[in-house]
C-alpha cells in the first residue's frame, strides 16, 4: 500500500509526540530546558555564511546543508564559540571528503595557507580505515580508535564535545578520539613526537571560534545541528 507524503507527515508527527523524539531539525522541550541551541532550522541559510564571510552558493537542499560548492573553503556558522557539545547527522556521498571544524580562530588564512590551518578538523572521509585522516580523526593529530561510520547513504550522529584543553568525539553512539591540547606544546609534533603538518603550538590555539563545514570536493549532507553551551569552573579553564 502507497503512503501518500501528507500521511508520511502525520506518521512522523505522532511519532514525535508520543515518542518525545524531535523531528529533524528541531529541538525538543527537554532539549531547550537543557540548554540546546538549534544552528540550523532547516529551511535557510539563516545564521550561516561561507568562511569569506559571503552567502554560500548552496542552497538548503532536503532540510539539510551541503557545503559542497558552497563558495568557498567551508560553510561556517556566523557566530563564534569557546566550551560547548555539539551534535549533527551527516551523511556522505561515495569518494566523500568533509569535515566538521571548531575553535576556527579566523576566516582570513595565512598568506600560502588555507583557511583550514585555523581551525581544528574532526575529519569525515569515505574509508574504511581509523588513521590521521579517516572518519573521527581529529585531522593529523589524534587517530580514531575505530571507524565507527556507516555505509555511503546512511546517516551518521557525531557529537563533539570542545571542554577547555579537551576535544572529544562520539560517533553513532562509540567514543572514537579524545585530545588533550596541552600536550601539544611544540609546532609540527604530536605529544609522542611523530610529526604532523600544522606549524601551530596548540597548547596556545585559541579556545574560542567558528563552527565550519567543509567543502572537500564532494557531497556531504548535515541536518540536525544543535549546540549546548557549557560553562567551565576556573579549575578547568586553568
Not at 502525520?10 to 531539525?25: E, H, P, Q, R, S
Not at 583557511?115 to 580514531?144: C, H, R
Not at 562509540?174 to 603550538?201: S, W
Amino acid at each position: 500500500m502507497r503512503i501518500s507524503t501528507f500521511s508520511q507527515a502525520v506518521l512522523i508527527f505522532l511519532a514525535t509526540v508520543f515518542t518525545g523524539l524531535a523531528a529533524d531539525n528541531q529541538l525538543t522541550n527537554e532539549e531547550k530546558k537543557q540548554g540546546w541551541l538549534l544552528l540550523f532550522d532547516g529551511q535557510t541559510l539563516n545564521g550561516w555564511m561561507t568562511s569569506d564571510s559571503k552567502p554560500s552558493r548552496r542552497q538548503v537542499e532536503e532540510n539539510c546543508l551541503n557545503p559542497h560548492q558552497c563558495g568557498h573553503y567551508m560553510m561556517v556558522h556566523t557566530q563564534q564559540w569557546s566550551n560547548f557539545v555539539l551534535t549533527m547527522d551527516f551523511k556522505i556521498s561515495k569518494g566523500c571528503n568533509s569535515g566538521i571544524f571548531v575553535r576556527t580562530s579566523s576566516l582570513t588564512p595565512r598568506p600560502g595557507k588555507d583557511v583550514g590551518y585555523n581551525g581544528i578538523e574532526v575529519q569525515i572521509l569515505d574509508s574504511s580505515t581509523a588513521d590521521y585522516y579517516d572518519t573521527g580523526a581529529i585531522y593529523d593529530l589524534s587517530k580514531p580508535s575505530k571507524n565507527a561510520m556507516k555505509p555511503v547513504g546512511e546517516w551518521n550522529h557525531i557529537e563533539v564535545t570542545c571542554s577547555g584543553s579537551s576535544i572529544d568525539v562520539v560517533l553513532n553512539s562509540e567514543k572514537v578520539n579524545h585530545i588533550d591540547l596541552d600536550r601539544f606544546t611544540e609546532a609540527n609534533k604530536r605529544p609522542d613526537g611523530t610529526p604532523h603538518k600544522f606549524d601551530t603550538i596548540y597548547k596556545d590555539h585559541p579556545r574560542t571560534g567558528y563552527i565550519g563545514l567543509q567543502d572537500h570536493g564532494a557531497d556531504c549532507w548535515f541536518k540536525n545541528i544543535k549546540l549546548r553551551p557549557l560553562i567551565l569552573s576556573s579549575a578547568i579553564r586553568g
